[in-house]
């Protein structure tokens, strides 16, 4: 009889990742998602962490400070438009000395990628989520690589340009829509996927606020909400400072996200998001 094949370990050591979001959502608080930008011009810490011994003592620093999953990114996506595109070779070669010692952390990794190609490569050596920031709406064959391997898809909202004129809320709506139902055409499973509404992508730092203080409304498609207002613009409308200096107003942002509904928080900062939610919830736990 001839034997079966060895299955690789790449094919089975992550036969468990469908599950990877059940486990989070099950925690029963909000889930710290870490910030790991393998790049030269993010717009907050661009070229911080692009040495590969640099960036997995940050990613190593997050998991000590209670970052319950890390998000990998080697391609900026800077939310105002200015980022600099970079090819899936240069891409994946900025990951390839961090990604999989990365995921030897032992805590799940997303994929921060809007390229087919990079996200397969990255759930090949061992990502275990994807996080698009174009939806499924900007590479046709997205949808495909997220079902075939069976794995979790944060769909985040985005718009080419910021347009003031419109109801974002509306907007929004009508895109996860449309992500939704390229979803389901892929056969990706409903259970797997989470919804972004892409604070700073696309919309001016008034919309921004609003997606926030309105983001109960999305409840309405029954999935898990992730927000992301770590450093970004619309709090220097609010109080000016630099990316660096907006610590306060991300926190104030993501302890009312959770307020709102949100899930998943991702954040530059974990030591002082997961401190600043386990207070709050803290406090609530007594109201």
Same mark, same amino acid.
């Given at each position: 009889m001839t034997a079966a094949p060895t299955p690789s370990p790449a094919a089975t050591l992550h036969d468990d990742r469908p599950d990877v979001l059940s486990r989070l959502t099950a925690l029963g608080r909000p889930v710290v998602m870490g910030i790991l930008n393998v790049t030269p011009d993010s717009f907050s810490d661009g070229g911080a962490f692009l040495a590969?011994?640099? $960036?997995?003592?940050? $990613?190593?620093q997050m998991a000590a400070d209670g970052a319950d999953i890390l998000d990998v990114g080697g391609e900026s996506t800077r939310p105002y438009g200015d980022a600099e595109p970079v090819s899936a070779a240069e891409e994946k070669?900025?990951?390839d000395g961090v990604l999989p010692a990365v995921v030897r952390l032992g805590l799940p990794v997303s994929i921060d990628t809007m390229k087919a190609s990079v996200a397969a490569w990255a759930l090949g050596h =061992?990502?275990?989520?994807?996080? +698009?920031?174009?939806?499924?709406?900007?590479?046709?064959?997205? $949808? !495909?690589?997220?079902? %075939?391997?069976?794995?979790?898809i944060i769909i985040m909202h985005n718009r080419v340009a910021a347009d003031p004129a419109i109801d974002i809320l509306e907007d929004i709506d009508a895109f996860?829509?449309?992500?939704?139902? &390229?979803?389901?055409?892929?056969?990706?499973?409903? +259970?797997?996927?989470?919804?972004?509404? =892409?604070?700073?992508?696309?919309?001016?730092?008034?919309?921004?606020?609003?997606?926030?203080?309105?983001? !109960?409304?999305?409840?309405?498609? =029954?999935?898990?909400?992730?927000?992301?207002?770590?450093?970004?613009?619309f709090i220097n409308m609010v109080s000016?400072?630099?990316?660096? %200096?907006?610590? !306060? !107003?991300? &926190?104030?942002?993501?302890?009312?996200?959770?307020?709102?509904?949100?899930?998943? &928080?991702?954040?530059?900062?974990?030591?002082e998001t997961v401190q600043a939610l386990r207070v709050a919830a803290a406090i609530r736990e007594r109201e």
């Open positions: 590969p011994q640099a $960036a997995i003592a940050h $990613a190593q070669r900025r990951l =061992g990502a275990a989520m994807v996080n +698009d920031v174009w939806g499924l709406q900007r590479d046709p064959d997205m $949808a !495909g690589i997220v079902a %075939r391997h069976g794995v979790p996860f829509e449309r992500s939704l139902a &390229i979803a389901a055409q892929a056969k990706i499973r409903r +259970d797997t996927i989470v919804l972004d509404p =892409g604070i700073g992508f696309g919309k001016t730092p008034e919309q921004s606020v609003t997606a926030i203080a309105r983001l !109960g409304r999305f409840k309405k498609f =029954g999935l898990p909400l992730l927000v992301g207002a770590s450093r970004k613009r000016p400072a630099p990316p660096d %200096r907006r610590l !306060g !107003g991300s &926190i104030a942002a993501h302890v009312l996200a959770v307020a709102n509904g949100a899930t998943f &928080i991702r954040a530059h900062d974990v030591a």
